[in-house]
């Protein structure tokens, strides 16, 4: 019977849990190598300005260096686990750069931005913006659950009057920005009236299907990219580049908009504050927005503009990004607000004050990802292929790379001009011999084979590892492992070398997946584990979102055999839909019947959502009546019975 595994971030991220070996291998020290390569960042960028250090600490009113459990006890964030960043110098084992930033987001708690705003700052992966209205309170990005937000506002009422939030603002459809609503409002009252719920358009579609269609693939490789199976220490985890984490045990809600932005820029009175709305589609996320504050005279940015440079393409894998528009968006913001801003924040990281310093941020990331896209247009027009672009485009223009804030901390200038020329050309660079490659497994075969054999292979993959040539040593492995994954000498010498990679990146989230490799190299991988679901985002399935779902389960070469016209209606909702399975493809049409049918049912959207919530199932309710027949019953559950299962912990280190 189908299952859903809806939203990579909402579920992978956010509730992950799993069990690791009874006995793990103990990570190694970092390599003279390592040492070396990681001691020399601290004469390359401008370490003795403290200045982040200043802004991230500004305004504290309360620290946070505690737990945040759930209703069942278990905890759901744990500041504590990073308490070794705290006053420390960059260990061996994690590049000063990323250890730098590590300790940024490691400032937690309450702070006031500015008077009547306000943030919550390191109890999630996110910000939360608390703006004082004349009578009550508006919030930007209630974070990423119901238990981290709820204590976030209960840390401002220790402090501020205990006045009624009157709104809710998402900035953007990613689940960091809405997942924790329901701990801050009450639906009843968003019913009633009494809050509003403001988003941009086309937010609700993209929050709910954007992770669906390849969710399991996407929150597999989110267990890499966050580092979510990773023991946090120096030799582990550290950061996540926006942020240190995303929560474990937690709960993820949605609470539908009332209000759409849906005009390039739009003025709305909020319980006496003044808001700009700029909508931004197609930068950061699909549908995202700016906020100016003209009586504060503060611009809020989103996830527009942070203290990172962000991704142009998530590395858990996601549609590419348009940079050009980025840009764009960053420029128009400039024009507009650069003048008037006299504060600047965003939903990550610590906010910018003054005017000069604002325009200068701003001009800088518009900067930015104008370079990742002309330049790699640039070099595609010379004739190089993605790879090639990213070892040529080594650093940014040097006035930018010398900047914190466009440091390769969440997105990399290697993976971003990679991202930009898929964009543009897609997968294929041009050369024949890379137009049908063999798969990873049979080439790595015939590697090992040409190169002599394993014990060759290892020969020349130790000598790689003992000169610190560790890019060389993993590609080197890679083969080997993929034509011998039974092969321990191989498995363990692949986990030292990723290892080394990753004691080396500046990036967090290269960190994490080269850490997470070598730890299931040498442990195996994980088993599953976290809560099921996220029973809003579950409920806010479209019945096309559905189909669109089972569509992608069909093995069409086992289906093809069996055409189907299928009329389904979902009588709660008084919609009906004709689906077709023709050549093992399914298709459907909204608002249409087949005129003939092998299968004709009905059955209410609740009851969908409550079999995709695994409260019951197609079988059970097909018997019990739940799901009422005209005809076709017996071919409904077969073809239902037939569906893929998705593997949710794939190998990716090994075939």
């Avoid at 995709?612 to 309710?621: I, N, V």
Wanted: aromatic share 10%; charged share 20%.
């Amino acid at each position: 019977m189908p299952s859903f595994r809806l939203s990579a971030i909402a579920l992978a991220l956010l509730l992950s849990g799993g069990a690791h070996a009874d006995q793990p291998a103990a990570p190694k020290p970092a390599t003279e190598f390592t040492q070396s390569l990681n001691q020399s960042w601290l004469t390359r960028l401008p370490f003795a300005d403290q200045a982040d250090f200043e802004h991230a600490r500004r305004g504290l009113i309360e620290p946070f260096d505690g737990v945040i459990h759930n209703a069942e006890g278990k905890p759901v964030w744990d500041r504590t686990a990073y308490n070794f960043l705290d006053g420390n110098q960059a260990p061996a084992s994690v590049n000063p750069s990323l250890w730098r930033i590590g300790q940024l987001n490691n400032i937690a708690g309450l702070f006031q931005v500015r008077e009547r705003i306000y943030q919550v700052r390191g109890l999630d992966l996110s910000n939360m913006t608390i703006i004082e209205g004349d009578s009550g309170l508006i919030l930007i990005d209630p974070l990423i659950s119901t238990e981290t937000a709820r204590a976030g506002l209960e840390s401002y009422y220790r402090h501020r009057p205990r006045k009624p939030v009157l709104a809710v603002i998402y900035s953007h459809s990613h689940v960091d920005h809405f997942g924790g609503v329901r701990g801050v409002i009450d639906e009843a009252d968003v019913k009633a009236g009494k809050v509003r719920v403001i988003a941009p358009e086309g937010f609700y579609e993209h929050a709910v299907s954007e992770n669906v269609l390849a969710g399991p693939a996407m929150m597999r490789r989110a267990q890499y990219m966050y580092g979510s199976l990773l023991p946090r220490g120096e030799r582990g985890q550290v950061d996540a580049g926006l942020g240190k984490s995303t929560p474990v045990n937690a709960t993820v809600t949605l609470i539908a908009p009332t209000q759409l932005i849906a005009k390039p820029l739009e003025r709305h009175s909020l319980d006496g504050v003044e808001i700009e709305f700029q909508l931004t589609p197609g930068t950061e996320a699909p549908a995202e927005m700016n906020l100016y504050f003209p009586q504060f005279k503060t611009l809020c940015m989103a996830e527009n503009a942070t203290h990172t440079q962000h991704n142009v393409l998530t590395l858990r894998g996601a549609l590419v990004r348009d940079a050009k528009v980025w840009a764009h968006y960053l420029d128009e913001a400039l024009v507009r607000y650069g003048d008037q801003a006299e504060v600047l924040f965003a939903q990550h990281h610590w906010p910018t004050w003054g005017g000069a310093e604002i325009r200068e941020y701003l001009a800088d990331q518009r900067d930015m990802y104008a370079f990742l896209d002309s330049q790699t247009l640039r070099l595609i027009n010379q004739g190089l292929g993605p790879t090639e672009i990213a070892a040529q485009l080594t650093s940014l223009p040097p006035r930018l790379a010398g900047k914190w804030y466009s440091r390769d901390y969440y997105g990399s200038l290697s993976h971003n001009v990679r991202a930009v020329y898929q964009r543009y050309m897609g997968f294929y660079d041009g050369n024949p011999a890379n137009l049908d490659p063999l798969p990873p497994e049979a080439a790595g075969k015939r590697y090992v084979e040409a190169m002599g054999g394993a014990e060759a292979v290892l020969a020349s993959a130790r000598k790689a590892f003992a000169t610190g040539e560790y890019r060389w040593a993993a590609q080197l492995l890679n083969h080997l492992v993929f034509a011998e994954p039974a092969n321990q000498a191989a498995r363990q010498l692949q986990a030292d070398t990723l290892e080394q990679l990753g004691y080396q990146s500046e990036n967090a989230t290269w960190r994490n997946i080269y850490l997470s490799g070598a730890q299931e190299l040498r442990q195996g991988v994980t088993r599953a584990g976290g809560r099921n679901g996220a029973p809003d985002l579950v409920r806010a399935l479209t019945p096309s979102m559905f189909f669109d779902y089972l569509a992608v389960r069909i093995d069409a070469m086992k289906a093809a055999g069996e055409d189907l016209r299928i009329n389904w209606r979902f009588s709660d909702l008084g919609e009906d839909y004709a689906l077709t399975v023709r050549n093992g493809v399914l298709t459907y049409r909204k608002g249409m019947r087949h005129p003939e049918a092998e299968v004709d049912l009905s059955m209410t959207k609740a009851l969908l959502d409550r079999i995709a919530l695994k409260e019951t199932g197609f079988l059970k309710e097909a018997t019990l009546g739940g799901i009422e027949f005209e005809s076709g019953r017996i071919s409904l559950l077969k073809l239902l019975g037939g569906l893929d299962e998705a593997n949710p912990q794939f190998n990716l280190v090994e075939p």
